[in-house]
C-alpha cells in the first residue's frame, strides 16, 4: 500500500501544539533562534561553584574533569495552586514531574485549548 493511500489516514496524528524547556531556552522560540545562533547551551562552572554545589573537591580538580553542565531555569519554582497541588505535595514531587506538568500546560495553550477544561 502507498503510504498516501486513504485507507493508511487512520494511524495519523497531527502536532497541532509544542512546549520545551532547555537549557538556555525557556521555550520553543528561543530553542530555534539558540540553534541558527548557535549558541551553546552548556555552563562552564568554577571550581568553587562545584564544590558549593556538593561535588568532591578533588575530584573537580583532576585534569580530565570537564567542568561543563546544563541549568534549567525555573526548575525550582512551580505553580502549585495552578495545578492543584498543595505546597507540600509541590515539594515532594519530583521537579521532572513538575517541569512536565508546566510544558504540557504551555502545549495545551499553544494549541489552543484551555488547559483546565481538558479532561
Known amino acids: ?63 580530565n574533569f570537564v567542568p561543563r553542565g546544563s541549568i534549567l531555569a525555573g526548575h525550582d519554582t512551580f505553580d502549585a495552586e495552578r495545578f492543584g497541588l498543595t505546597p507540600r505535595e509541590a515539594a515532594i514531587t519530583d521537579p521532572q514531574a513538575r517541569v512536565l506538568l508546566e510544558a504540557s500546560h504551555t502545549a495545551l495553550e499553544h494549541a489552543g485549548y484551555d488547559p483546565f477544561a481538558v479532561p
Open 1 to 63: 500500500m502507498h503510504p498516501h493511500d486513504e485507507e493508511d489516514f487512520d494511524d495519523r496524528i497531527a502536532v497541532i501544539g509544542m512546549a520545551a524547556r532547555f537549557p538556555s531556552a525557556p521555550d520553543l522560540e528561543t530553542y530555534w533562534a539558540n540553534l541558527l545562533d548557535g549558541v551553546d547551551g552548556l555552563t562552564t562552572f568554577t571550581i568553587e561553584q562545584l564544590v558549593e554545589m556538593g561535588l568532591d573537591p578533588d575530584a573537580v580538580r583532576q585534569d
